[in-house]
């Protein structure tokens, strides 16, 4: 603690860990200090009107975390304290305009020591205290809002009739009502009713490029973002109640994702690729995905579904001079369903290049190195089911065939398909390009009409 004017500075011991907020409360009486801090304890701090320390007014607990957080959820706690607003204030004369800090100045007589706090807790809870020199209570803001820590909260005063406020902001303050805004690691910005305790709108905000979008045939209207900041948003811009509308998927992932592509059929599973190679699934109910053991060794750059198992078709053959064109390649895969009837046909058009800007590569039969260690899935669930349909990933020059059912699998090499049913046309790339495949920079799956 320091006094600038008469040059003093004195310590007191409080805290077993790091400060993370101060906040300031003055009435006609007394000043309160409210420090939050990483020891998951509010402490408020009385002082005279000389500035002198008196007393710790009280010590407050957080509440027990929820069941459900892990160990090093529950250590990640950022303590952020604001002055509430009292409950009577809007019949009180302030003697002074509140200022653009979280600071609050009330004529509380001394007979009324009850002080109001806003906090935040455990995993984005937004706490509201009621502290009297005997005994406190808690009760918590709406739920499943914030889905991480809190950083601060603004609280926004609403001025009382007669208060000397004239502009038009200070009659828009007062007509609102007491209202506070938070901002959180989950990268939203939110104004709360603090009466109703409720949200009043939310802005989503982004932590890094935005990669590739996507919408499901589903539901055409909620659109599917795979962003630079490790995370999938779904956003629904038709939302007639909130234009920002919007979830995110983040557990599990720990790599920028750079493609998307929503399931054809099945609503709220998503396909994913991620900077670093690795290919998974994210199911939308759950907020949870799965990641894959193998990948590519470098960026994923599409990923899609095949629609329909490919049947057998009569090898295509091309020119020397079509080795570096889009080309239609059958490819070979299960010549039939559980049923043992061969589905239609439907080839894959692959697109060989010869960009020298790329980085080729060798094509590993088995799609690269598997990760060691277990697979990454968010909350323990296998593959979200598929309806059976293939994925297909495509990276660092291969493309790879992903069975979704079968997390554990680490890709296979489309290459292996292809050398397979197309003997004339490898050897006439091979005799093209003197190397044994092209370097794969797109694909797409022909439509079929049922």
């Known amino acids: 603690m320091s006094d600038q004017q008469k040059g003093r500075v004195w310590h007191t011991v409080g805290h077993s860990d790091e400060i993370q907020a101060l906040s300031w409360y003055s009435n006609r009486h007394a000043h309160y200090l409210a420090s939050g801090s990483k020891d998951k304890t509010i402490r408020i701090w009385m002082f005279d009107m000389q500035g002198q320390f008196r007393k710790v007014f009280r010590t407050l607990q957080l509440p027990k975390p929820p069941a459900n957080m892990s160990d090093q959820q529950k250590g990640r706690v950022w303590l952020t304290v604001t002055w509430a607003q009292r409950p009577d204030m809007e019949a009180r004369q302030l003697d002074h305009a509140p200022s653009e800090n979280t600071d609050m100045v009330s004529d509380a007589g001394a007979d009324d020591d009850t002080l109001f706090l806003i906090s935040s807790s455990h995993a984005g809870e937004l706490l509201h205290w009621k502290v009297d020199p005997k005994q406190h209570t808690c009760k918590k803001f709406a739920a499943n809002v914030h889905s991480r820590s809190i ?3 603004h609280h926004m005063f609403s001025l009382p009739s007669g208060s000397g406020g004239s502009s038009s902001s200070s009659s828009s303050l007062a007509s609102m009502g007491e209202r506070v805004i938070t901002i959180s690691m989950d990268r939203l910005i939110v104004m709360w009713d603090v009466n109703t305790m409720k949200p009043v709108w939310r802005i989503p905000g982004l932590g890094g490029f935005v990669y590739s979008l996507d919408s499901s045939t589903n539901d055409p209207s909620r659109v599917a973002i795979a962003c630079g900041d490790k995370t999938i948003r779904l956003w629904n811009p038709l939302s007639r109640s909130d234009p920002y509308e919007s979830v995110q998927i983040w557990k599990g992932i720990q790599s920028k994702v750079t493609m998307i592509c929503c399931h054809p059929s099945v609503d709220g599973v998503i396909a994913y690729g991620l900077e670093d190679g690795r290919v998974g699934l994210a199911h939308v109910p759950t907020l949870s995905t799965v990641t894959f053991q193998g990948g590519h060794k470098g960026t994923v750059y599409e990923v899609g579904w095949c629609t329909r198992k490919p049947s057998l078709v009569p090898p295509c053959v091309v020119s020397p001079l079509d080795a570096d064109r889009a080309v239609a390649v ?22 060989p290049t010869s960009d020298k800007s790329r980085k080729r590569s060798e094509p590993p039969s088995r799609g690269g190195k598997a990760r060691s260690g ?15 349909l293939y994925m297909y990933s495509c990276g660092e020059g291969i493309i790879l065939e992903w069975p979704p059912d079968d997390s554990d699998s680490t890709g296979k090499n489309i290459n292996i398909h292809i050398q397979e049913r197309n003997p004339e046309y490898v050897a006439t790339v091979q005799g093209a390009s003197k190397r044994k495949f092209p370097s794969r920079t797109e694909f797409a799956w022909q439509p079929v009409n049922d």
């Not at 277990?374 to 309806?387: D, L, V």
């Open 374 to 388: 277990k697979r990454q899935a968010a909350s323990g669930i296998n593959a979200p089911s598929t309806g059976g």
């Open 151 to 153: 950083f601060n909260i």
């Open 330 to 351: 059958p490819v070979d895969q299960d010549t039939s369903d559980a049923q043992g009837t061969p589905p239609p046909e439907s080839p894959a058009l692959e697109s």
